[in-house]
């Protein structure tokens, strides 16, 4: 993995995401977890929805199926997946973002 995070995200509670080949960090707060994300190899992402997601992409390319609508981010683009939208996509491997999660249970930090 790369340096990208500081060492204040680099100490947060590592999340437990069941997606091969990631390094994330939990921020947790009372409605709502932001994730600092890393992927070390390529992921596909089966389609389902949840809560309201926005992401900032800081390294790398994700492909997205919005609403059945194919987007491709790199870095420096925004994503946002209102609640309840169906999407499913590939993360390569070198990508890193920042996401919000408008839900506070998204994920758990790893026991």
Same mark, same amino acid.
């Given at each position: 993995?790369?340096?990208?995070?500081?060492?204040p995200?680099? /100490?947060?509670?590592?999340?437990?995401?069941?997606?091969?080949?990631? $390094?994330? +960090?939990?921020?947790? /707060?009372?409605?709502?977890?932001?994730?600092?994300?890393?992927?070390?190899?390529?992921?596909?992402? /089966?389609?389902?929805?949840?809560? /309201?997601?926005?992401?900032?992409?800081?390294?790398? =390319?994700?492909?997205?199926?919005i609403?059945?609508?194919?987007?491709?981010?790199?870095?420096?683009? =925004? +994503?946002?997946?209102?609640?309840?939208? $169906?999407?499913?996509?590939?993360?390569?491997?070198? +990508?890193?973002?920042?996401?919000?999660?408008?839900?506070?249970? =998204? +994920?758990?930090a790893?026991?």
């Open positions: 993995m790369s340096e990208l995070f500081p060492a995200v680099l /100490a947060l509670p590592e999340a437990d995401i069941p997606l091969p080949g990631i $390094k994330a +960090y939990l921020s947790q /707060a009372e409605n709502h977890q932001i994730i600092f994300m890393e992927f070390s190899q390529d992921v596909d992402l /089966a389609e389902h929805a949840h809560a /309201a997601q926005w992401g900032i992409v800081l390294e790398g =390319r994700i492909d997205l199926c609403d059945g609508v194919p987007h491709s981010f790199t870095k420096g683009d =925004r +994503y946002f997946l209102p609640a309840g939208v $169906k999407h499913s996509g590939k993360i390569y491997a070198g +990508y890193a973002d920042m996401t919000y999660f408008d839900q506070k249970d =998204r +994920y758990q790893k026991k």
